[in-house]
């Protein structure tokens, strides 16, 4: 079955340590993205990568970083500069060439509790 | 960033009432998407749209782009308890790399 993963599930870290969320896609997508849920809020982007060893900031970048190694695969990690990271984490791919890249399908998300 | 308007907050319905929710910005788009969340899950795409007056349905649910390209609508006909869920709208513009995202309209159906 293709889809997006999201692991873990669920994260608790303690506040000033760096963690990194990870997201792993097999619908030969190239575009992937991270987003972040807060509670009666709409997604807000934190990062997107359109292509292998690129990407660009979202919205609200600021502590946060990304790799883009490989087409499957986007980790996120949230630094301890993030101010308030306890948050849903949600990852997405969509297509870029042959078809609309701004159909975006979602993985199952993250839930990071910092304390 | 930019956030996309949607109406109502929340809804309570009784099970077999039909659904209208809407989604409205002051700017034109040329996609409107439509999710459904389920508590603790991603958001799961429903529907897309990518023509002005464009109508096109899933099953119980019918959404619309809005002929001024700026709002869209989704109906949901014969509710029933699994609708139950947070129902986003997202839009793409033209030269933005990007998807702007309502804040969500959130179903309660009462068996």
């Known amino acids: 079955d293709g889809g997006i993963t999201q692991s873990p599930k669920y994260l608790f870290r303690k506040e000033g340590q760096n963690v990194t969320l990870s997201c792993e896609q097999n619908l030969n997508h190239d575009a992937m993205y991270w987003y972040r849920q807060d509670p009666g809020q709409g997604l807000r982007l934190i990062y997107y990568s359109q292509i292998v060893n690129d990407f660009q900031k979202g919205d609200i970048a600021e502590g946060y970083s990304v790799s883009r190694e490989k087409k499957e695969s986007f980790p996120l990690t949230v630094t301890s500069a993030q101010k308030n990271p306890t948050a849903f984490y949600l990852c997405?791919?969509?297509?870029?060439?042959?078809?609309?890249?701004?159909?975006?399908?979602f993985g199952p998300g993250t839930r990071l509790t910092v304390t | 960033g930019q956030q996309l308007n949607q109406s109502p907050q929340s809804m309570f319905i009784q099970e077999g009432e039909d659904v209208s929710m809407n989604c409205t910005s002051s700017?034109?788009?040329?996609?409107w998407l439509w999710y459904k969340q389920e508590p603790g899950e991603g958001p799961v795409l429903l529907i897309a749209?990518?023509?002005?007056?464009e109508l096109t349905s899933n099953g119980r649910l019918t959404a619309q782009f809005g002929i001024t390209r700026k709002d869209s609508f989704l109906n949901i006909s014969a509710s029933i308890p699994s609708d139950v869920g947070i129902y986003f709208c997202?839009?793409?513009?033209?030269?933005?790399?990007?998807?702007?995202f309502g804040t969500g309209t959130r179903l309660l159906v009462s068996p």
């Open positions: 997202a839009g793409h513009r033209t030269g933005f790399q990007k998807l702007v």
């Open positions: 700017s034109i788009f040329n996609t």
């Open positions: 997405a791919s969509s297509q870029v060439e042959g078809g609309p890249w701004s159909e975006q399908y």
């Open positions: 749209l990518y023509k002005a007056g």
